[in-house]
């Protein structure tokens, strides 16, 4: 490894596996001390990049506290300080809260996740015409808000965030500050959400790292969460960090 790299790692999908409903992930035991073990390997250049808020990033990963960008850049953590996210701060989105509510109030087994500064409907578990209404749903208020916010759609979900958060801007801040500054950004992601920081971080010299199947800006591309707690662990361990060895997408 000639250049020290910054890690950032997505979690649902990436770290842990997808679970039929978001607050029923499960977080293998040795996630957190391999993370943590990883974090000092690289003096600190480890961070979370998600859509979940950072609140519940810490939840699952407690006792640790790392660097997260969450709700895909809304809301910042480094070094312990937190910046961003406060629903007051996006009072259009709050007033259609009310409508999309009731928009999928009929439809079994359909989730909606507020995030206060995002939303996202989820139907995972959703028949097929139940799916159909509420991705119809979450895009109808979005259309309402645009401009201001834009619809990500991706595995069973739809999620409306603000237009001008994506994890590809939440990387390039990291990269902005030690102890980020100066290294290969180096980014895993599983979702069409990650897309665009894939092809973000290749434009800077960097690495997208696609987790599970489907067309990919990444490079390299690894089967699922268990070979990437696989990978990360034989770093963590002190393996050597040979990025060039991983498979093609």
């Given at each position: 490894?000639?250049t020290?790299?910054?890690?950032?790692?997505?979690?649902?999908?990436?770290?842990?596996?997808?679970?039929?409903?978001?607050?029923?992930?499960?977080v293998e035991p040795?996630?957190v001390?391999?993370l943590?073990?990883l974090?000092?390997?690289?003096?600190?250049?480890?961070a979370?990049?998600t859509?979940?808020?950072v609140?519940?990033i810490?939840?699952?990963?407690a006792?640790?506290?790392?660097?997260v960008a969450g709700?895909?850049?809304v809301?910042?953590?480094?070094?312990g300080?937190?910046t961003?996210?406060?629903?007051?701060?996006?009072?259009?989105?709050?007033?259609r809260?009310s409508?999309?509510?009731a928009?999928?109030?009929?439809?079994d087994?359909?989730?909606?996740?507020?995030?206060g500064a995002?939303?996202?409907?989820?139907w995972?578990l959703?028949t097929?015409?139940?799916a159909?209404r509420a991705?119809e749903?979450?895009?109808?208020?979005?259309?309402?808000?645009a401009g201001?916010?834009?619809?990500?759609l991706g595995k069973?979900?739809g999620?409306i965030?603000?237009?001008?958060a994506t994890?590809?801007?939440?990387?390039r801040?990291?990269l902005e500050?030690?102890?980020y500054?100066?290294r290969r950004?180096?980014f895993?992601?599983?979702?069409?959400?990650?897309?665009i920081?894939?092809a973000?971080?290749?434009?800077?010299g960097?690495?997208?790292?696609?987790?599970?199947?489907?067309?990919?800006?990444?490079?390299?591309?690894l089967?699922?969460?268990d070979a990437v707690r696989?990978?990360l662990?034989g770093?963590?361990?002190?393996?050597?960090?040979?990025?060039?060895?991983?498979?093609?997408a």
């Amino acid at each position: 490894m000639d250049t020290p790299i910054a890690l950032f790692l997505d979690f649902d999908g990436t770290l842990v596996e997808i679970a039929p409903r978001p607050d029923l992930v499960r977080v293998e035991p040795d996630l957190v001390p391999m993370l943590q073990a990883l974090h000092a390997r690289l003096d600190g250049a480890l961070a979370i990049v998600t859509g979940r808020p950072v609140s519940v990033i810490d939840a699952f990963l407690a006792p640790a506290a790392f660097d997260v960008a969450g709700l895909h850049g809304v809301e910042r953590r480094v070094d312990g300080v937190l910046t961003g996210g406060s629903p007051d701060d996006h009072p259009e989105l709050r007033a259609r809260m009310s409508r999309l509510r009731a928009m999928v109030a009929d439809l079994d087994a359909v989730l909606i996740e507020d995030k206060g500064a995002s939303v996202a409907v989820h139907w995972r578990l959703a028949t097929p015409a139940d799916a159909e209404r509420a991705e119809e749903a979450v895009t109808a208020i979005a259309a309402e808000l645009a401009g201001g916010y834009r619809l990500q759609l991706g595995k069973a979900v739809g999620e409306i965030v603000p237009a001008s958060a994506t994890k590809a801007h939440a990387i390039r801040a990291f990269l902005e500050n030690a102890p980020y500054a100066g290294r290969r950004a180096v980014f895993l992601g599983d979702d069409r959400t990650d897309e665009i920081a894939f092809a973000s971080v290749a434009a800077y010299g960097g690495l997208g790292i696609r987790i599970g199947p489907g067309e990919t800006a990444a490079e390299r591309r690894l089967p699922g969460p268990d070979a990437v707690r696989a990978l990360l662990g034989g770093w963590a361990a002190g393996g050597t960090i040979d990025l060039d060895a991983l498979p093609a997408a």
